[in-house]
């Protein structure tokens, strides 16, 4: 099993939709969560953490569930410029005593006009 | 302010022949990770430093890939030789100390082996 794992999509939905993803991880003791977006052929951005109470910024609202070890990301009113793929990350602490840094492979959003 | 320089960003070469990243971090930085990202796959982990330390290099290819930060602040990734399957792009990224905070990433180095 993946550490970090998210349904690859590709999601196509229309323009004004809502749209949630998924993530689940394997660690329990996983400390820290994040979503990135990634554009086509550029580098990861980091979109927002993820914290326990859960937390929204604008149309964005990421979640944190620990009992079942999965966060999510739900976008309401989705804009064209919200296509893109999105990064689950997960971080937690190795057996050394280091932070541990995990990328899910990433699901990508497609929205259509 | 600077974001995170990585150079060249586009790199084709033959296969067997050894090939060279470079990346100079965000300043004040002394976390620094290499990645390697294929088509339709999250980055992967090849190493992290803390300063000039390489704190986990569990995924590195020991026999082919190698890794140095000798002040603390630039990093180069030497892959020497070559394979096919080593078509991808690398991408490095810094953050706090500690790996604290947000990871800030560069625009990568996109390697094609022929």
């Known amino acids: 099993r993946k550490e970090v794992e998210q349904d690859p999509g590709p999601f196509n939905v229309p323009e004004g939709a809502t749209v949630a993803f998924n993530c689940t991880y394997s660690?329990?003791?996983?400390?820290?969560f994040f979503w990135y977006r990634q554009d086509c052929r550029k580098e990861p951005k980091l979109l927002m953490s993820v914290y326990s109470s859960g937390n929204e910024d604008g149309r964005f609202t990421a979640q944190l569930n620990r009992a079942s070890q999965y966060i999510s990301l739900l976008i309401r009113d989705s804009k064209l410029s919200d296509s893109a793929t999105y990064l689950c990350v997960v971080k937690g602490w190795d057996s050394g005593g280091y932070q541990k840094v995990t990328f899910g492979t990433g699901t990508k959003l497609q929205v259509i006009p | 302010e600077a974001g995170v320089v990585q150079s060249p960003r586009y790199k084709i070469i033959e296969k067997k022949q050894p090939v060279a990243f470079w990346c100079n971090p965000i300043s004040g930085h002394n976390t620094l990770y290499w990645y390697l990202q294929n088509l339709g796959q999250g980055p992967e982990l090849l190493i992290r430093y803390e300063n000039e330390e390489a704190v986990d290099d569990s995924q590195l290819p020991k026999d082919r890939f190698s890794a140095e930060r000798l002040k603390g602040v630039d990093s180069t990734l030497k892959i020497q030789p070559a394979e096919l399957g080593d078509s991808a792009v690398y991408l490095c990224?810094?953050?706090?100390?500690?790996?604290?905070?947000?990871?800030?990433f560069g625009p990568g180095t996109r390697l094609t082996v022929l």
């Open positions: 660690n329990s003791a996983s400390q820290s």
């Open positions: 990224a810094s953050s706090g100390t500690g790996g604290v905070g947000e990871q800030f």
